[in-house]
């Protein structure tokens, strides 16, 4: 899946490098998909994070938060009102990972069955966009 979006322009990845080494990625498309989300949350103006990997080097030293805030201040610097992204979870495996990610400050939306997928479970998380200045101070945007 990662390798089919890198390249594809309508699959925008972005990369966090540290010392030009790529410590972690993210796709972030101004579109939502249709599983998860309703036709009037579509309709809203936001940056949809898929496929968000971090370094597992880097386990614990927070980059998914910073991919997290990055994609915070993308979205509000583009006039969007949100910051969505989505989880699949199988039983209990994965859940963990929407604990983590309601910790930091995400809302979950909604979860519904999988239409297609016995047993897998759709997670559709938002946060508001909001702009996090502080961050650019540390971590510097460029075009690649
Ligand atoms: C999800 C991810 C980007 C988060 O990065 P991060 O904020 O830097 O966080 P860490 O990697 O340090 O993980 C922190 C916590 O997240 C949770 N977590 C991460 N991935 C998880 C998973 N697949 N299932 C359950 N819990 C998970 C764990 O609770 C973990 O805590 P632990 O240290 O006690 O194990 C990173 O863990 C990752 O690349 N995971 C594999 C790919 C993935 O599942 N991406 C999510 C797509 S929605």
């Known amino acids: ?68 805030c990055w994609a915070l201040d993308y979205a509000a610097v583009n006039g969007k009102l949100w910051t969505r992204r989505g989880v699949l979870t199988i039983g209990e495996e994965n859940l963990g990972l929407v604990r983590y990610y309601q910790l930091q400050g995400w809302r979950v939306v909604r979860a519904i ?14 946060r508001p966009a909001v702009p996090q200045s502080d961050l650019r101070e540390f971590v510097r945007w460029q075009p690649v």
């Open 113 to 126: 069955s999988h239409p297609r997928k016995p047993g897998v479970t759709v997670w559709s998380l938002q």
């Open 1 to 68: 899946m990662l390798a089919d979006q890198i390249g594809a322009e309508r699959w925008p990845v972005f990369v966090l490098t540290k010392d030009r080494r790529v410590v972690g990625m993210t796709t972030a498309t101004f579109t939502l998909p249709h599983l998860g989300w309703a036709e009037d949350e579509i309709a809203e103006p936001s940056v949809f994070l898929q496929t968000t990997v971090t370094d597992p080097g880097f386990a614990g030293g927070g980059l998914g938060v910073l991919i997290a």
